[in-house]
């Protein structure tokens, strides 16, 4: 197979990529025990944009902290963060590359203790406790954090923000018939929240700043995110506004429980 588009530059909004080559989020949780930016963090990205990737993304950033998916998990969801990051996408600018972060909350899959979700479902997997159903005006707040997460990385220096919307975390459980069994506006749209967090982005960061949404196609998972119901999710998407889709399968919970052959 020829890949004869690779090495061309593309564009993703008004920013130019040198070349279709995208190091995605690898969740390496190199950062420190209060989610800050590490030299462990710095020489690792930088590496990577040495190499040749045509954008580099900054691992999951946390935009709030009851959110925190693993220990080592990187935050973004206060302005002392900033300095920083600002460190870390030098590293990476330094070498060509442009930087982008992944923005994160991993609901009923955080290793907090007020473990939070679309509703009383909880990981069976993972967690016995169920989670705390978040309140109307409690995901209005996450979408507003979201948003202000993504402006502390503009205000860092990264050039576009990837919203992380797959593998069983939260805003993917949102998008689930089987965790968001809500009867409120988030419910009767389970699309609702994810649309809601790009267009506060976008009014925050304005519309020149990119945004990639992270969306699962396919949870293979009963009751879970489907191909057709996906497809219909990144037309709206594309609609407010998404630049570009990272387009995933499975979830959290199947990544690490599928049986070995």
């Known amino acids: 197979m020829k890949f004869e588009k690779l090495f061309e530059p593309i564009k993703i909004g008004k920013v130019i990529v040198r070349n279709r080559i995208y190091m995605p989020s690898m969740c390496m949780n190199y950062a420190g025990p209060n989610g800050e930016v590490t030299e462990q963090d710095i020489a690792y990205f930088e590496a990577r944009a040495r190499g040749g990737a045509g954008i580099v993304t900054v691992d999951y950033a946390c935009i709030s902290p009851e959110g925190r998916g693993m220990p080592g998990q990187r935050g973004i969801w206060k302005d002392e963060f900033i300095p920083g990051l600002s460190r870390l996408v030098d590293a990476i600018k330094a070498h060509g590359a442009v930087a982008s972060i992944q923005l994160h909350h991993a609901g009923i899959n955080s290793i907090t203790e007020d473990i939070v979700g679309p509703s009383r479902v909880s990981n069976k997997f993972f967690f016995v406790t169920k989670p705390r159903e978040l309140s109307t005006e409690e995901v209005e ?42 009867t409120d506006k988030y419910g009767r749209d389970r699309a609702l929240f994810a649309e809601e967090i790009v267009r506060r982005i976008k009014e925050k960061c304005g519309r020149d700043f990119p945004v990639i949404f992270r969306l699962s196609a396919d949870e293979f998972e009963e009751e879970g995110i489907t191909l057709d119901y996906a497809k219909q999710v990144a037309k709206r998407l594309e609609r407010i506004g998404v630049d570009a889709l990272n387009v995933t399968g499975c979830n959290y919970c199947l990544l690490y429980t599928s049986p070995s052959p």
């Open 141 to 182: 707040q996450l979408v507003e954090k979201f948003a202000n997460a993504a402006l502390r990385a503009k205000m860092a220096g990264f050039d576009m923000v990837e919203v992380h919307g797959s593998h069983g975390y939260l805003i993917a459980q949102f998008l689930s018939p089987k965790y968001n069994r809500r």
